[in-house]
């Protein structure tokens, strides 16, 4: 069964998706220290980079998750793939950092749909335990993507700071490859408004779904705001690591997510959620705190590993949980909300340990990073119910 899910040709295309969702951010980690070099930027100047990404999905998510339940997926994630293709290309072109800025806003805006709707097609396409193995996959595929992009962009970045911006553009022949062949099952649309609202609402409020909410918020706090932009800014800082390893640290982790990744539905099998996001969080905790203590760039690689095993285990398990809340008609825009809480995650991250980098130290940004992965097990204990 396994072996089918894999071969699945729509699953390829919910894979491409997947890292064209990423690839806004993955591929610009190691050109950061350069970008604040060009444009004389402090450290929490380069975190707006990532902040203006993300934050049109805030606002943007729930509305495109309405109008993927009520005219179809294709309808919103088509016009998705090109609106960031064209705008992340344009990023390349831009000669001020006001100006970069308002193009990666742009970008985000065609960004916003993406890390929602491929969860949602997963969820569309697989029940049961096949479809904790196919998150699994997306995830691995997601990982595989974060691994390789930094390096990418690393040493696209050796010819010039601006390459790497180029690389959204491939989301274009991922449009319309989804145009021409993904098959996938659209929501029946023949359900009032209002009562779609209603019913929307009540799945959104139940307790283990709000628990849900907060953790992926504190996780992309910590991935946005902790990990992707401020160690690479600690390396330049503290060791002044070329891109190109930058690359190659931040790609050492994201192979382990995606080893651990493609294990979640069998871990599935033999433990609780409730075991698995904790066992995930401690990992968090313990890889953050041990960063500051490093004392060369090869010392990162173990708790960066770490970190990657974490990340493995829980965002697909968390994937898991939201697509099974709400059934195919609800989907797009249930999922959607759990997108906008992402981004918003996403979105404070980097303001949030921007702020603590600034005001402590880098030392302090990765303890704070330990201490929400700590409140983090305290919800899980809190809201999430025994399987």
Not at 161 to 181: E, H, K, R
Not at 185 to 194: A, C, G, I, S, V
Not at 216 to 227: H, K, S
Request: aromatic residues 14%; proline residues 5%.
């Amino acid at each position: 069964m396994t072996n089918t899910i894999i071969r699945n040709r729509n699953l390829h295309i919910v894979f491409s998706i997947t890292l064209m969702a990423i690839l806004g951010v993955a591929s610009l980690s190691p050109v950061l220290p350069k970008v604040q070099e060009v444009f004389n930027l402090n450290p929490q100047q380069v975190g707006y980079l990532m902040m203006y990404f993300t934050l049109p999905g805030v606002v943007l998510t729930p509305f495109l998750g309405v109008l993927a339940d009520r005219l179809g997926r294709k309808a919103v994630i088509i016009p998705s793939l090109f609106l960031f293709g064209i705008s992340g290309a344009a990023c390349g072109f831009m000669k001020t950092y006001e100006w970069l800025l308002v193009m990666r806003f742009i970008q985000g805006m065609g960004a916003a749909s993406l890390g929602a709707l491929n969860v949602t097609l997963v969820g569309d396409l697989f029940s049961g335990r096949d479809r904790a193995v196919a998150m699994g996959y997306n995830a691995s595929a997601l990982s595989i993507g974060t691994a390789l992009y930094p390096a990418i962009g690393g040493v696209m970045a050796i010819g010039a700071w601006y390459y790497p911006f180029f690389l959204p553009i491939l989301a274009i022949p991922v449009g319309i490859w989804v145009s021409c062949c993904l098959n996938n099952p659209e929501p029946q649309k023949n359900q009032k408004f209002l009562l779609y609202l209603k019913n929307t609402a009540g799945y959104l409020v139940q307790k283990e779904v709000i628990g849900l909410f907060l953790l992926l918020v504190l996780t992309f706090i910590i991935l946005y705001g902790t990990y992707l932009t401020y160690i690479p800014v600690m390396l330049g800082d503290r060791f002044h690591t070329e891109a190109y390893f930058i690359g190659l640290i931040l790609s050492s982790s994201s192979f382990a997510t995606a080893i651990a990744s493609a294990f979640v539905g069998k871990l599935f099998d033999k433990f609780s959620h409730i075991v698995i996001f904790i066992v995930a969080y401690f990992l968090y905790a313990v890889s953050l705190i041990l960063i500051p203590f490093v004392r060369s760039e090869w010392e990162l690689l173990f708790p960066v590993i770490l970190f990657g095993i974490a990340q493995g285990i829980n965002i697909p398990a968390l994937q898991t949980l939201m697509a099974n809340k709400a059934p195919l008609e609800y989907r797009g825009i249930f999922l959607s909300f759990n997108g906008m809480v992402l981004r918003f995650g996403q979105t404070i991250g980097p303001l949030i340990i921007g702020v603590v980098y600034v005001a402590w130290g880098h030392a302090w940004a990765f303890y704070t990073g330990g201490g929400i992965a700590a409140l983090m097990i305290i919800i899980v204990l809190l809201f999430i119910r025994k399987k």
